[in-house]
């Protein structure tokens, strides 16, 4: 599932003009950073960083308004609920269906992945006490797309909250 939701990533970045960079090691539960080079040669590029969760166990639905994701492990919600005083970091979830042969469906004009992927802000996030598994509502309204993948630079360059 790790490849399917990579390759989806590195298709929306390259497709809004951005950069997937693969983090190697784990660099507190983020897994990759996207990177938007500045239109100005003289400018500043704008990235933030990705928590990357696939998973087979949901399936959002268009017409629902969200979708729970639950986190295995208490610190990796801690991690993107904190405040950010720098580089920010978004949630990306990816729920594929269970059957592998079902990820894709390859035609001569196009490659359909089955599933997308969500996005969310959850910094500011309050987590329940004692609650080892914490859980996150994500919208269905937030498809990660290079629509989406653009605004969310746009926000970040201008500094305004993504979590609005």
């Known amino acids: 599932m790790e490849q399917l939701q990579e390759g989806y990533m590195q298709s929306i970045a390259a497709t809004a003009g951005c950069l997937f960079i ?7 539960g983020m897994d ?3 990177v938007r080079p500045s239109s100005d040669p003289l400018g500043e590029e704008t990235s933030f960083y990705v928590q990357l969760k696939s ?9 629902a308004a969200s979708f729970s994701y639950r986190f295995e492990q ?34 001569h004009s196009h490659l359909e992945v089955r599933q997308a992927c969500y996005w969310a802000s959850l910094e500011g996030s309050e987590i329940p006490e004692g609650v ?9 309204v937030n498809l990660f797309n290079a629509e989406a993948l ?8 201008r500094g305004e909250p993504l979590n609005d």
């Open 22 to 28: 693969k983090q190697e090691r784990d660099m507190y």
């Open 32 to 34: 990759a950073m996207l």
């Open 55 to 63: 998973t087979t166990q949901i399936s959002p639905r268009a017409s």
């Open 74 to 107: 208490r610190s990796y919600m801690e991690r993107l609920a904190r405040p950010r005083k720098g580089i920010k970091s978004l949630l990306v979830v990816m729920a594929v269906p269970k059957g592998q042969l079902d990820w894709t469906s390859a035609q």
């Open 132 to 140: 080892e598994k914490p859980y996150a509502r994500i919208s269905t």
């Open 150 to 157: 653009s605004a969310i630079m746009t926000k970040i360059e």
